[in-house]
């Protein structure tokens, strides 16, 4: 088991491109949040303690994407969760799960791999259904980790302006 620490290397995907870029990480939990940026010090305080707004939209059959908003900094990015490629098993292991869910919100600095933000929340039970369903039809729609990946890039086209209008919006404080 792994302990992470704000101030740490974040010890997964450990990526230094000093490139912005999102991933999602499923957990026993429900998912992490893994996002890499070169922050400025209101965006550390933001991911620290400022609102966030979360919302998953089904972007191809069976591919879901997850919506942040840090809406203080006005910074709002998008993450494709796929269940093909975890360990063997778990995601179909996961997708079934009816325990109760948190998202947790890594901020990694993208040129150093240090964790400068991090914050568990509960989210909403609707929320986990409409993921863990999406992630479902995944599981049955796409036989490997290749064919998820080439809806995910089909997916990536769409624009996040509009992706953001076909979500249903929660709020962890």
């Given at each position: 088991?792994?302990?992470i620490?704000?101030g740490?290397?974040?010890?997964f995907?450990?990526?230094?491109?000093?490139?912005e870029?999102?991933?999602?990480?499923?957990t026993e939990n429900?998912f992490?949040?893994?996002?890499y940026?070169?922050?400025g010090?209101?965006?550390?305080?933001?991911w620290?303690?400022?609102p966030?707004?979360?919302?998953?939209?089904?972007?191809?059959p069976?591919?879901?994407?997850?919506?942040?908003?840090?809406?203080?900094?006005?910074?709002?990015?998008?993450?494709?969760?796929?269940?093909?490629?975890?360990?063997?098993?778990?995601?179909e292991?996961?997708?079934?799960l009816?325990?109760?869910?948190?998202?947790?919100?890594?901020?990694?600095?993208a040129?150093?791999?240090?964790?400068e933000?991090?914050?568990i929340?509960?989210?909403?039970?609707?929320f986990?259904r409409?993921?863990?369903?999406?992630?479902?039809?995944?599981?049955a729609?796409?036989?490997?980790?290749?064919?998820v990946?080439?809806?995910?890039?089909?997916?990536?086209?769409?624009?996040?302006?509009?992706?953001?209008g076909?979500?249903?919006?929660?709020?962890?404080?």
């Open positions: 088991m792994y302990v620490r704000l740490e290397p974040y010890p995907n450990n990526i230094t491109t000093g490139d870029q999102a991933r999602a990480r499923l429900f992490d949040v893994v996002y940026l070169n922050p010090p209101e965006e550390v305080q933001q620290r303690r400022g966030i707004l979360y919302g998953v939209l089904e972007a191809a069976g591919v879901p994407f997850v919506l942040v908003q840090f809406p203080a900094i006005h910074r709002v990015f998008d993450v494709p969760l796929q269940l093909r490629g975890s360990a063997t098993g778990f995601g292991a996961w997708a079934q009816a325990t109760n869910a948190s998202l947790s919100f890594y901020l990694i600095n040129s150093t791999n240090l964790v933000g991090l914050r929340v509960p989210v909403e039970a609707a986990v409409q993921v863990r369903a999406i992630g479902a039809r995944q599981l729609a796409y036989p490997d980790q290749a064919s990946l080439r809806a995910v890039e089909v997916a990536e086209q769409i624009p996040l302006r509009a992706m953001m076909h979500v249903t919006w929660y709020t962890a404080e």
